[in-house]
């Protein structure tokens, strides 16, 4: 029995994890750049040229748009590998400079999974269910080794695998 995981997430998947709450604050963050710029600045006697206010409008909207989608990121990433939401989400906030947004993918732990048999929470890095003692990932009957399903020899020991696909129901 092997465990179900989303190890090969997609990028598309992933934006989708992003909340609603933190692209709306996104796009906020992002026209009020655009005011600051555009009309507090252009009141100012030595203000920049209209299309270098534009210019920085659009980098600041940019830069702090992608500030509030990772904090919205992360506080669902979080959640989804069994992590604190709100630590983390706090720690990006408030440590400066980006270091808890850095800190977070740094440290974040594996995607969790779940036993087919039983249907606990599993971490991805184990081969046997801590409830039900299912054996979660496939191994080598010579040498232990997680393998793959479709190998036809261990890649590790070079021992035959047909055995285990001849005993195993199609």
Not at 86 to 94: D, H, P, V
Not at 105 to 121: K, N, S
Not at 153 to 170: A, D, F, R
Request: aromatic letters at 10%; charged letters at 15%.
């Amino acid at each position: 029995m092997q465990v179900t995981t989303d190890n090969r997430t997609h990028f598309g998947n992933e934006l989708r994890l992003i909340p609603v709450w933190s692209m709306v604050l996104a796009a906020i963050a992002f026209v009020c750049m655009q005011f600051v710029f555009n009309v507090i600045v252009a009141q100012d006697r030595h203000a920049p040229p209209v299309w270098g206010r534009v210019l920085m409008g659009f980098a600041a909207g940019i830069v702090l748009g992608a500030y509030f989608l990772l904090i919205g990121y992360i506080n669902r990433d979080a959640g989804r590998r069994g992590m604190s939401r709100a630590l983390w989400t706090t720690i990006a906030i408030l440590v400066p400079n980006a270091l808890g947004i850095i800190l977070y993918f740094l440290l974040r732990q594996p995607m969790l999974a779940r036993c087919l048999q039983c249907g606990a929470t599993v971490e991805s890095g184990y081969n046997y269910c801590p409830r039900c003692s299912t054996k979660l990932r496939p191994g080598c009957p010579h040498c232990q080794k997680e393998i793959r399903p479709g190998n036809d020899y261990c890649p590790y020991c070079g021992g035959s695998l047909k055995e285990i696909k001849e005993g195993i129901p199609s």
